[in-house]
């Protein structure tokens, strides 16, 4: 397999001239290539397959240890301007950049193969996908791709047809963290990675493409693309609303994306459409539609349990990749908190000892085909997305942000998404507790200067009686002994029934400072152990905490200086205003 369009091949022969592969493959997709590429990992060391009669098709992938994570310091977004890059991504001249990482590919690909990956994201007939053709010496990218993307001859065909694409060259390298580099050049639409064959940093498809190029694009083009999980909300009466929702890390973004109604919500269901990334388009009556530029899972495993996490338990019993995980006696894969079996090798392959720390890597990953979970949504492949009812933002903090609250329209509603924070856990490096910025869940993946990424979103308020309405979410508020005070998992549904009940104007609400509140009695806690005053902290707002925080938030906006959008100022004027009112 070649192709047609001479952009691509000749942009393929010049990898290769400088690259100096044995060989060069285009790859179709299939199933015969797939296996192919497992059986020869196997045969080398790359893969070695797991229990295959309790974990059918599954295989294990130990990586370097000095290479088990994105590397967000050795990240770069090349922008002619670098104001354009803004203070939120570590910038670097397009013409340096390419020399510096040029140098590192020079013959990088002696005694390997060179692998030809064009791939699609999102729904292959979609108008909302758009197209990426990948180069790697790595056949373990490649199966991964095959999972993460639709991607093989029907993405070449459309590449060829459309002549867009990103461009994305990845080798691993020597993987010596010294000559690691993943560097983005959106107005070039293209990407080169080095030194890494970490998913984030050699899966190019995802964070590289998906948001980071993408939300250039989408800016460009006038769409969004963001770091957001989308879910179907099925009443009993069969009405289904799609919401898409912002998290940090360590917020419970794919336990919300896969969670399972309680036995309080008979008929209730729960639709997952993708569990990371949302590309978000107007259609032509101006309502925002999405869909999941992704075809699996790229998912951290420590933690995922029958109670945390079913859906996702279950289904990476079988044709899953699992990547620097502990093995049992028995060769299952193991990780902390899975709550059955006892590791017996650990993530390095070495023999488990306690003393040399946990027996998974904390960033241990599962790859997996969305279609394997069980709440799966077929409306995952419709080419006209899903219409967005409400965008949740939310994140981890003990004390100040109530269970709920809505933004007043959609302008506030960037402020809050602007302002998101979250406390560090253990699963951070440094001290804990710390409150973090991270606006719309977006700070490592934002290809471009966050106030321009601001602005943009304001721009999308001109249509706004078509648009979603914006809530923030904090399932995480503690009472003084460090208790949480809502129960979490399933019964976050409560409170995803009261924002679809907001959004069909069925809900009650009450204006506070920071946004509309529900009153404790709003919020269905029938059949939880919940007092009322609980409910009552969950739902309050501190005005001399809200102070402090809108007086934290100014100064993070105004570190933007002169690009940050004046109606941000406005707003965030607004509150200040409504809090020394309510003092």
């Known amino acids: 397999m070649t192709t047609t369009l001479s952009e691509l091949q000749e942009w393929v022969d010049s990898v290769a001239a400088r690259t100096q592969p044995d060989n060069i493959h285009w790859c179709d997709g299939g199933e015969a290539e797939n296996q192919s590429l497992i059986e020869a990992m196997c045969e080398s060391g790359v893969l070695s397959p797991l229990n295959q009669e309790k974990f059918p098709d599954c295989y294990l992938h130990l990586s370097d240890p000095s290479d088990v994570a994105r590397v967000e310091h050795l990240t770069f977004v090349c922008t002619s301007n670098q104001d354009d890059a803004g203070p939120n991504n570590n910038w670097m001249a397009p013409a340096d950049a390419h020399e510096k990482i040029d140098a590192l590919f020079d013959g990088a690909m002696k005694g390997r193969t060179m692998y030809v990956i064009p791939y699609c994201m999102g729904p292959i007939k ?4 758009r197209l990426g053709v990948e180069i790697t010496d790595s056949p373990y990218v490649v199966v991964n791709m095959r999972l993460m993307t639709r991607m093989g001859a029907d993405a070449l065909k459309r590449i060829e047809k459309e002549g867009v694409f990103v461009k994305g060259l990845h080798s691993t390298g020597d993987l010596d963290p010294e000559r690691r ?49 989308i879910v179907g909300i099925e009443n009993p009466h069969g009405e289904v609303h799609y919401v898409a929702c912002a998290f940090p890390s360590a917020c419970g973004k794919t336990n919300l994306a896969m969670l399972i109604p309680p036995e309080s919500h008979k008929g209730w269901r729960i639709w997952t459409l993708g569990d990371d990334i949302a590309w978000l388009h107007k259609d032509e009556g101006g309502k925002l539609r999405a869909i999941n530029p992704e075809a699996g899972y790229f998912g951290v495993v420590p933690g995922t349990n029958e109670k945390t996490n079913k859906n996702a338990y279950d289904m990476i019993h079988g044709e899953t990749i699992f990547t620097n995980v502990a093995t049992t006696e028995d060769n299952e894969p193991w990780w902390e908190d899975k709550k059955t079996g006892e590791p017996s090798t650990d993530w390095q392959g070495r023999d488990y000892d306690p003393e040399s720390g946990p027996a998974a890597h904390p960033n241990s990953r599962f790859t997996v085909s969305a279609t394997r979970n069980k709440s799966y949504s077929l409306l995952a492949d419709a080419p006209e997305g899903v219409p967005i009812s409400a965008i949740v933002f939310g994140g981890r903090r003990k004390e100040l942000a109530p269970l709920v609250y809505e933004a007043k329209d959609w302008n506030h509603g960037v402020l809050v ?15 804990v507790g710390v409150v973090r910025r991270d606006p719309m869940a977006m700070k490592p993946f934002c290809g471009y200067n966050f106030a321009d990424y601001w602005s943009h979103w304001l721009t999308f308020a ?10 923030h979410v904090n399932w995480f508020r503690q009472d003084n002994d460090g208790k949480f005070l809502w129960p979490g ?3 976050n549904l409560r409170v995803l029934r009261w924002i679809m009940e907001r959004c069909e104007d069925r ?7 920071i946004g509309f509140l529900p009153k404790p009695s709003d919020i269905d806690t029938s059949g ?4 009322d005053e609980t409910m009552d902290a969950l739902l309050s707002v501190n005005v001399e905490q809200w102070r402090e925080e809108m007086d934290s938030v100014g100064e993070y906006l105004e570190s933007y200086g002169d690009r940050l959008p004046e109606i941000l100022r406005q707003e965030h004027a607004a509150i200040v205003e409504n809090l020394k009112k309510a003092g």
């Not at 050699?202 to 989408?218: N, T, V």
Request: proline share 4%; hydrophobic share 40%; with cysteine.
């Open 528 to 531: 939880l152990d919940i007092a």
């Open 507 to 513: 809900a009650e609400a009450r204006e506070t400072p």
């Open 417 to 431: 998404g602007a302002s998101v924070a979250s406390e560090t856990t253990a699963a951070n490096i440094g001290e």
């Open 181 to 229: 580099f993943i560097m983005h050049f959106p107005e070039e639409l293209s990407i080169k990675s080095i030194g890494s064959g970490y998913g984030g940093n050699a899966l190019l498809g995802k964070k590289c493409h998906a948001l980071r190029i993408a939300s250039y694009q989408a800016r460009t083009e006038g769409w969004l693309a963001e770091h957001m999980l």
């Open 462 to 471: 001109d249509n706004e009686r078509r648009l979603p309405r914006i809530f």
């Open 126 to 129: 979609s108008p909302y996908a």
């Open 489 to 491: 998992f399933g019964e």
